[in-house]
């Protein structure tokens, strides 16, 4: 058995571990381990943030300023790897029914090297090296938001061009 959970682990793809990666820090952060989130962060991290600032939780809990009493709790309810082969891993979740977030993690050797922190805003992200032609962004969509009615009202939309 031990012999197989290693072949296993030998053939588990970049794309993989970088997901896995994301989903271990998602449980580290709820459960406090700032250790592991050390770990799995780096230091030097670069972040963006389209929302209002009072959302800017996950860079509180990254860089320890939120108090762990703080009710705000990130839960994804997916979590996506997107254009293989550039370490991007995107998450988004639900918290109650008014607040909408997703984050997009850029990944190198599986440590987080970028953070894209978006709140109330539907996104489409695109890899624009698939060659699309002037507006036909069709066809080098590589993810989108989840529709989900937000209290009957609407959200601002954003195109992320990787």
């Given at each position: 058995m031990e012999a197989h959970r290693g072949e296993l682990l030998k053939t588990e793809t970049p794309e993989m571990k970088n997901r896995g990666a994301i989903e271990l820090l998602?449980?580290?952060l709820q459960q406090g381990d700032t250790s592991t989130v050390a770990k799995l962060v780096a230091s030097?991290?670069?972040?963006w943030f389209?929302?209002?600032h009072h959302c800017q939780h996950m860079m509180r809990l990254l860089t320890g300023e939120q108090p762990s009493q703080v009710s705000f709790r990130f839960e994804p309810s997916n979590v996506?790897?997107?254009v293989p082969g550039h370490g991007c891993v995107i998450a988004?979740?639900?918290?109650?029914?008014h607040v909408y977030w997703v984050h997009v993690w850029k990944l190198k050797d599986g440590?987080?090297?970028?953070?894209r922190e978006y709140f109330n805003t539907w996104l489409t992200v695109t890899d624009c090296s698939l060659g699309a032609i002037g507006w036909d962004m069709g066809r080098c969509t590589v993810w989108e938001s989840v529709p989900r009615?937000?209290?009957r009202g609407s959200l601002p939309s954003l195109?992320?061009?990787i």
């Open positions: 998602y449980r580290a030097d991290v670069e972040w389209h929302g209002p996506q790897v997107v988004e979740g639900w918290e109650g029914s440590v987080v090297t970028e953070l009615d937000l209290a195109l992320l061009a």
